[in-house]
């Protein structure tokens, strides 16, 4: 079992997200935050179980305080600094269709996918071979 | 010109440095000159004879005893024809009996004239025209009686040709003036008017500082003199961007070039000056419409991303639900169904109102509209029964002067986005949205607020609360709300602040000035 964020200002899309992952039962808890503030600090004070893959992170981008992209560089900024989680996969989940977004995603290390609202079952398929495809933390 | 010269001073030597009076004796009688050449009529008319130049031999009575044929020519008289008559006939009619007077106080204190002063003087033809000369007076005493040896030097020739340069220069587009070593303007062409007002006659023999501004004045005199002192004569400064100063107290910016020249061993400086006045008003009207662009750009920018993201996303969000809900059909799982399709509609409903707003953005940029008399209570009161407000949680406190005159499609859609907003982000944790609108005047502003007690915003976000396409969580709207208010108030002429404390509320005021012709 694994544990999923999803970083959406729009509860609606948390919704349907939400029930994407809900439907395929890998993942133990799903946790919502609505924008980056509130998930880095969530991240940081939640705690994971050994041994468990992840956690999965569904990142939109255009978000009030911090964009993705920023949550993102934040993100990994804290994980250097702290030595952990050392396991987050993060996948881009955006409405925007535009290339300069997915190049800024591509171009960044802990972002491991770009998907395109709204969300199908086959990206969740996709999100969930790429946590398979990762190491386990050690 | 020269061998003349010399031999007529044979007779002249002695009158230049002794006083007249000496040499008139108690009878009222010339003297013949001490110790000085004598000279005969005839070696006088002999030199007449040799000489280039157009001369004549004139009495203390003003008769004209000898011309020579230089002299008839120019007067086209036949050789002699005015030998006895007097000077005053080749004079014009209107100066004659001036220069009579003229004659006999010279004929007292006689003093000798040189040319090459540039004194034009005008004399009549035999055909009655005017002759621009120039003379030459030496008093010389023949054969015991004091006479004056006149030279004429025509000056037709001179003046066309200054006309002509005048002309030549008056033609050039750009201005000119010729400044002397003492800083005295000794020409001016056309172009110097336009620029700066003055005409030829104001500036001719006034000092150059004329035409600076007051507080360069000391300035520019010892930039003068410094120039001046220059050593190469052709010394140049390059075309420099400095102010000239109009006639009517102004300054314009110019860009002056002066060449200095030297003319008959006199030297000049040649100032040109370019009105760099349109070319700066167009530089800067060119910048002001690059940033302008820049401004359209960022915004076209905006806009896309607002398409792409706050108009694409209902859609996408819509999609994503539509497609539970027919998984949700095929497996024969109604739960949620109802209240999926809810959402979806919801969303849509709120996207038109989105769309709407983002086209009224986009077109009262362009059309005009009037002004007209608003009914404040009335208005908001209407606004807030359409968006939907309960008629018990809005407050009006109204203190305004009527008649309120405005452009009324703009006020309303500065109070509608206010009120939708108050209604979009109320406080559920508070047992009921209270939104009050108040309205305070003076002499020079009327305030409108617009208080709620619902979520507040940020401290951090308040700054950026205003920017297009700026929308805080997931209250719906298009982020175009509120940056469409800032655009409206500052086209009735105000300008739009916020103040909030986050969980208590926010109140928004629009500070609009108040127009003169309202109080009369």
């Known amino acids: 079992m694994m544990q999923a964020y999803i970083v959406d200002d729009r509860e609606v899309d948390r919704y349907t997200a939400r029930r994407r992952l809900s439907k395929c039962g890998r993942f133990s808890a799903v946790h919502e935050a609505e924008d980056g503030r509130a998930f880095l600090e969530k991240l940081f004070k939640d705690v994971y179980p050994v041994g468990e893959k992840g956690p999965l992170v569904l990142m939109d981008i255009s978000m009030p305080y911090m964009d993705g992209f920023e949550t993102v560089d934040a993100l990994r900024a804290r994980m250097i600094k702290l030595g952990w989680p050392d396991n987050v996969v993060v996948v881009m989940v955006s409405s925007s269709s535009a290339a300069n977004d997915k190049a800024r995603a591509a171009d960044m290390p802990l972002v491991q996918g770009y998907f395109e609202k709204p969300i199908r079952s086959d990206d969740v398929d996709q999100m969930l071979r790429l946590m398979d495809g990762c190491p386990l933390p050690g | ?520």
Request: proline share 4%.
């Open chain 2, 1 to 520: 010109m020269f061998s003349v010269q010399s031999q007529m001073h044979q007779f002249t030597q002695a009158p230049e440095k002794m006083a007249w009076p000496d040499m008139i004796n108690e009878r009222g009688e010339h003297a013949r000159l001490q110790g000085g050449p004598v000279t005969t009529f005839d070696t006088v008319e002999l030199a007449f004879e040799l000489s280039p130049v157009a001369m004549l031999l004139v009495n203390s009575n003003g008769k004209i005893c000898l011309t020579n044929r230089e002299l008839d020519k120019l007067f086209g008289y036949d050789d002699g024809a005015l030998i006895g008559r007097v000077i005053e006939t080749l004079i014009p009619e209107g100066m004659r009996e001036e220069h009579v007077v003229l004659r006999d106080a010279f004929a007292v204190l006689p003093a000798k004239r040189r040319m090459g002063v540039d004194r034009v003087i005008n004399g009549l033809t035999a055909t009655k025209t005017v002759l621009p000369i120039e003379l030459g007076l030496e008093p010389v005493c023949l054969e015991d009686e004091a006479m004056v040896i006149v030279t004429a030097l025509d000056l037709r020739a001179r003046m066309a040709g200054k006309a002509r340069i005048g002309a030549i220069l008056d033609a050039a587009s750009c201005a000119m003036l010729v400044v002397n070593g003492e800083g005295r303007i000794e020409f001016v062409n056309r172009a110097v008017t336009e620029l700066l007002g003055y005409t030829p006659q104001e500036l001719l023999g006034e000092t150059v500082e004329m035409l600076v501004p007051p507080h360069l004045h000391s300035a520019h005199q010892v930039y003068r003199r410094s120039f001046a002192s220059l050593a190469d004569q052709r010394a140049m400064a390059p075309g420099r961007t400095v102010c000239g100063w109009h006639r009517d107290g102004y300054e314009v910016p110019v860009e002056g070039s002066l060449n200095q020249i030297e003319v008959d061993g006199a030297r000049s400086v040649v100032v040109t000056l370019v009105d760099l006045s349109e070319r700066i008003a167009t530089e800067k009207l060119m910048a002001e419409r690059a940033r302008e662009l820049e401004r359209l750009n960022s915004d076209l920018e905006q806009f896309n991303r607002c398409v792409s993201h706050d108009l694409k996303a209902p859609l996408s969000s819509i999609a994503g639900l539509l497609s539970l809900c027919r998984e949700d059909l095929v497996d024969g799982s109604f739960d949620d169904l109802d209240s999926t399709l809810t959402r979806a509609q919801a969303i849509a409903e709120r996207s038109i109102g989105d769309i709407e707003e983002l086209l009224r953005v986009a077109l009262t940029a362009e059309r005009g509209i009037q002004s007209a008399q608003v009914e404040v209570a009335a208005l908001v009161t209407q606004l807030w029964e359409d968006l939907g407000g309960r008629p018990e949680e809005l407050t009006l406190t109204l203190a305004h002067r009527v008649p309120f005159d405005t452009e009324v499609a703009t006020f309303r859609s500065i109070l509608r986005n206010l009120l939708s907003n108050a209604l979009r982000y109320r406080d559920p944790s508070k047992p009921a949205l209270q939104v009050e609108v108040s309205a305070r005047q003076d002499n020079t502003f009327v305030d409108f607020l617009v208080t709620d007690n619902g979520l507040g915003i940020p401290e951090d976000f308040l700054p950026e609360v205003f920017g297009l396409f700026k929308r805080l969580g997931d209250q719906g709207g298009s982020g175009i709300g509120l940056n469409l208010v800032q655009r409206n108030v500052e086209r009735l002429g105000g300008e739009i602040t916020v103040t909030s404390v986050l969980g208590e509320g926010a109140t928004f005021k629009v500070r609009l000035p108040v127009v003169r012709e309202q109080e009369t």
